[in-house]
Every structure is written in structure tokens, then in C-alpha cells.
């Protein structure tokens, strides 16, 4: 049996989209890796799957990684879904619901309030999260955060000095989250404007990551580094974030469908 999907992207973190919404999918960690593998699959960061909503949502959105694993938020893929649907939209996700809107950017999203107790993240034990008192050879005392999944970020001289490649998977496994870690690395290029990357928990690194960036701006803010509305640019481009009177994590930036295609579930089974 044949099934249709389309390939999204935000700013070059790439989605295997699915619309669940008349014919349901039932996805397993298998399949999501045979689909997300790049040689012998359709090939992506993340496969997302867009179904119907229920009371307050439009829409849901599933969100697995290309390891297999389910995850909880993606902010670029949240940008891909009211460009998806040519409409604004409130997702329902496990993270909870997020409203997306068309914007001239592409899409912005209401990312809600970052979480910032150590249980929250979380972390194996109780510590300052905005100055954790760890470090990983020269990456020192970062700060967590939960957008919705969960994030350390680094302040460091220069990204593209570290060796991230293998410091982002050793602390990605490191035992004091006991959920796994999305790993970021910013530093400070102007007034309001900083420079990030990114190793996502699942698919390593990105060219960029939603729910990272908000973590980064969110760390930036409470390290006073910037103090307002900031560019963030990423690998794949510039996000812009800001925060609102409630506290809520606006992010702004592009989304883009790429193709639609068909292929055969037998062949990934």
C-alpha cells in the first residue's frame, strides 16, 4: 500500500511531514528510523505526524526523532505546521498546545513559559540550573532549561572552536539527565544578537533547532546577556526571539515545503 508524505524544513532542520488527519498512522520507533534514514529511507532530522485536534486544538502533532525516539516539542517543526495547513492553527503536542500563525517571516509560534527547576528539566539531582556547577572538558557551567523538552546551553567564546560533534553525544548520554539532553552553544555577536548550535537529543547536529534557540534566548536573558527582542542565527539562518508581558517565548522565522511524494510502507517494514 502506497502512502503520500511531504519534506518540510526550518532552516534546514528537515521533517518527513505525514497527514494523519483522514487515514491514521501508526508509527513505531522501527519505522520512524527506517523512514528518517537518509541512504536507505525517505531521510530527515525528525518525522512528524499531523492528526486531528480534540477540544481546544485544530491539530495534533507526534514528533520522533530519527533514532526512533518520541519526543515532546520542535519548534521548527511547529513553524511547518500552519504553513502546511495555509491557516493559523493551536497544535496540540505532548508538550502541551501551541498556537502557530502565518507570518511575513513564515510562521510564528507561542513556544509558552520555559521551565527552570532542576525537577523540570530534569535533571538526577537538585542544583542551580542557571549556573549548573559541571563541566565537560572546556564546556563550563551552563544553564538549563525545558521548552517543552529539555536543553543546556553553553556560553562560549566562539561555536565554531568546540568540538561539538563529540562533546554534544557525550553529554547527550551523560547521567545526570536521566531523559537525555538537547545540547546548545552560544555566543554573544552584538546588542540583542547572538550565535548558536545545536545537538539535538535524537539526530545530532542540526542545522537548526526551534526549541534550542528558545532555550539559548531564555538562558541569554537570565545570564544578562541580552535584554530584549534578539536575533539568533543558527547554521540554516536567523530566528527571532522575544518574550511577552506573560512570560511566553515568542519565536519567529521560516518554514518551507520542499516536495510531496509517494512510497510503498512494505518497503520499510
Not at 572538558?137 to 543546556?152: F, I, Q, S
Not at 515568542?250 to 518554514?255: D, E, L
Amino acid at each position: 500500500m502506497t502512502f503520500s508524505f511531504h519534506k518540510m524544513h526550518g532552516l534546514g532542520n528537515d521533517f518527513i511531514v505525514l497527514d494523519a488527519r483522514k487515514n491514521p498512522v501508526q508509527m513505531n520507533p522501527a519505522l520512524a528510523q527506517a523512514l528518517s534514514n537518509r541512504h536507505t529511507g525517505i531521510g530527515c532530522d525528525q518525522l512528524i505526524i499531523i492528526g486531528n485536534g480534540k477540544n481546544q486544538a485544530d491539530v495534533s502533532m507526534e514528533i520522533w526523532n530519527a533514532d526512533g525516539s518520541e519526543v515532546e516539542a520542535c519548534g521548527n517543526a511547529t513553524r511547518c505546521v500552519p504553513v502546511f495547513l495555509g491557516r493559523d492553527v493551536i497544535i496540540s503536542t505532548a508538550a502541551g498546545l501551541l498556537d502557530a500563525r502565518l507570518s511575513d517571516e513564515g510562521a510564528c509560534v507561542d513556544m509558552g513559559r520555559p521551565r527552570l527547576s532542576w525537577d523540570e528539566i530534569p535533571l538526577a539531582y537538585a542544583m542551580d540550573t542557571l549556573s549548573m556547577p559541571v563541566a565537560w572538558e572546556d564546556l563550563k557551567e551552563p544553564t538549563a532549561v525545558n521548552m517543552g523538552n529539555p536543553h543546556v546551553v553553553f556560553v562560549v567564546d566562539d561555536v565554531d572552536a568546540v568540538d561539538f560533534g563529540r562533546l554534544g553525544n557525550m553529554i547527550e548520554h551523560d547521567q545526570l539527565f536521566p531523559e537525555r539532553i538537547n545540547v546548545n552553544i552560544v555566543m554573544v555577536t552584538g546588542k540583542d544578537h547572538l550565535k548558536m548550535r545545536t545537538w539535538e537529543r535524537g539526530a545530532g547536529l542540526t542545522r537548526a533547532c526551534g526549541t534550542g534557540a528558545c532555550a539559548t534566548f531564555v538562558a541569554a536573558k537570565r545570564r544578562r546577556l541580552v535584554s530584549g527582542k534578539t536575533q539568533i542565527d543558527l547554521p540554516g539562518g536567523r530566528l527571532v526571539l522575544d518574550e511577552n508581558s506573560e512570560g511566553h517565548i515568542i519565536m519567529r522565522g521560516p518554514a518551507t515545503y520542499v516536495f510531496k511524494g509517494e512510497a510503498d510502507w512494505a518497503s520499510f517494514s
